[in-house]
């Protein structure tokens, strides 16, 4: 029963709009950056909102703290920590877009450095 009710609770909330098998993240940091002016092909990085990916389910903010993220399908949800209840869709492997609140990728947009590579 208590498992029923969890699984219910788990399938009522915002995650429930992907519901794919669980992943993971590729280890690395996550350097988020969005356009400098509306239509821009300029973009500006959003030091707040980059992190790195450290392990399995674990990410560390830009400020040091940790956090963690449950990723189904293609939808990323940071559930503890700094970034706790922001959303990402993964693009592509190494390229993830910001959820907006009415549930659209918006402008803010996170890709692996190529820097990660060489850890």
């Known amino acids: 029963m208590r ?8 399938l009522s909330g915002p995650a429930a709009a992907d519901t794919g098998p669980l992943r993971t993240l590729m280890l690395g940091r996550y350097d988020c950056e969005r356009p400098a002016a509306p239509g821009s092909q300029v973009f500006e990085h959003d ?3 980059s992190f790195a990916v450290t392990n399995a389910s674990r990410y560390r903010a830009a400020d040091g703290t940790v956090g963690t993220y449950l990723m189904t399908g293609g939808t990323v949800t940071m559930t503890s ?3 706790a209840g922001a959303r990402f869709v993964r693009v592509r492997p190494a390229f993830l877009r910001r ?6 990728p ?14």
């Open 3 to 10: 498992r029923a009710l969890i699984l219910l609770a788990l």
């Open 47 to 49: 030091h707040g909102a």
């Open 81 to 83: 920590g700094p970034l």
């Open 99 to 104: 959820i907006e609140p009415d549930g659209v």
């Open 106 to 119: 918006g402008p803010l947009r996170c890709v692996l450095s190529r820097s990660s590579d060489k850890h």
